[in-house]
C-alpha cells in the first residue's frame, strides 16, 4: 500500500524568507511525485512533479522541490516567500510498482501555507 | 480554454433527498474522478471511470453513485443514504494511466462543489 504524510498542518514563514514544506512518502516500486496547491473555495492547481532524473525540480510560480529517495521525502522549497504563496498545499504520490490496471494517486492531508507580511 | 467545469458551487440537501453534482470537461481525457475533500482528511477518492460506460469504486463510494455514458460527463449523485454528505466535492480528469510517456501527467481539477445539509 502507498501512503502520503504531510506532518506539518500548518506552516507560517515570514515573507521575503525561504519556505519548505515538508512530504514523505512510501510506496513499493517507483514513486510518480506532485505537488498541487489550492486556494480557498478552488480545485487544485498543480505545481510540479517528479518522474525520474535530476533530483530537484522546478515547477510552476518559482516553487521547486527536491527528490531525496534514502528519506523518502519530496520537500516543496521556495526560496521567497510570497503574501500570495498563502494557500492549501497537497503532496501526492502514485506507486510504478502498481501493477494493476488503475495507478491510484493518494494524496496528503494538506499543509496551510501563511505568509506573514 | 480546455478544462473542468462543476456545478453548482454551492448545493443544499433536504434530509432523504438525492442530489446530483454536474462535472464536464473538454480535455480529452479518458480517466475522470470524484473525490471528498473534509478539513485536515485531505481528498478521499470516491468513483473513478476510465472509459466510457465503465466506473470504479473508489475508497470510501457507500451512499454516492455515478454515471459515465459520454466521455465528457462524470456526474455524481448522493443519495439519502450519504448520512454526512456536508463536504467539498472535486472532480479531475486526467489522461489514463499507464499510456507510456503520458502516465506521468498529473491530474487536472474542477473548481468544486460545496455540498450542506439543510
Known amino acids: 500500500a502507498q501512503s502520503v504524510a504531510q506532518p506539518e498542518d500548518q506552516v507560517n514563514v515570514a515573507e521575503g524568507n525561504p519556505l519548505t514544506v515538508k512530504c514523505t512518502y512510501s510506496?513499493?516500486?517507483?514513486?510518480?511525485l506532485f505537488w498541487y496547491v489550492q486556494y480557498p473555495n478552488r480545485g487544485l492547481q498543480f505545481l510540479l512533479k517528479?518522474?525520474?532524473?535530476?533530483?530537484l525540480v522546478k515547477g510552476s510560480y518559482g516553487f521547486e522541490a527536491e527528490f531525496n529517495k534514502s528519506q523518502t521525502s519530496f520537500h516543496l522549497k521556495k526560496p521567497s516567500a510570497l503574501v500570495s504563496d498563502s494557500a492549501l498545499y497537497f503532496c501526492?504520490?502514485?506507486?510504478?510498482?502498481?501493477?494493476?490496471?488503475?495507478?491510484?494517486?493518494?494524496f496528503g492531508t494538506g499543509t496551510k501555507l501563511q505568509v506573514i507580511p | 480554454d480546455g478544462g473542468i467545469t462543476q456545478s453548482p458551487k454551492y448545493l443544499f440537501r433536504k434530509e432523504g433527498q438525492n442530489v446530483t453534482l454536474s462535472c464536464e470537461q473538454n480535455?480529452?481525457?479518458?480517466?475522470m474522478y470524484w473525490y471528498r475533500q473534509d478539513p485536515g482528511q485531505g481528498l478521499r477518492l470516491i468513483y473513478y471511470?476510465?472509459?466510457?460506460?465503465?466506473?470504479q469504486k473508489g475508497d470510501i463510494a457507500e451512499g454516492y453513485s455515478v454515471s459515465r455514458e459520454k466521455k465528457e460527463s462524470f456526474p455524481l449523485t448522493v443519495t439519502s443514504a450519504q448520512k454526512n454528505p456536508t463536504a467539498f466535492y472535486l472532480c479531475?480528469?486526467?489522461?489514463?494511466?499507464?499510456?507510456?510517456?503520458?502516465?506521468?501527467?498529473?491530474?487536472?481539477f474542477g473548481d468544486g462543489t460545496r455540498l450542506s445539509i439543510l
Open positions: 471511470s476510465q472509459i466510457v460506460n465503465d466506473f
Open positions: 517528479y518522474i525520474t532524473g535530476d533530483n
Open positions: 480535455l480529452n481525457h479518458d480517466a
Open positions: 510506496v513499493s516500486g517507483n514513486p510518480y
Open positions: 501526492a504520490v502514485r506507486d510504478l510498482g502498481d501493477s494493476g490496471g488503475y495507478q491510484k494517486v493518494t
Open positions: 479531475a480528469s486526467s489522461v489514463l494511466p499507464g499510456q507510456g510517456y503520458l502516465s506521468n501527467q498529473p491530474q487536472h
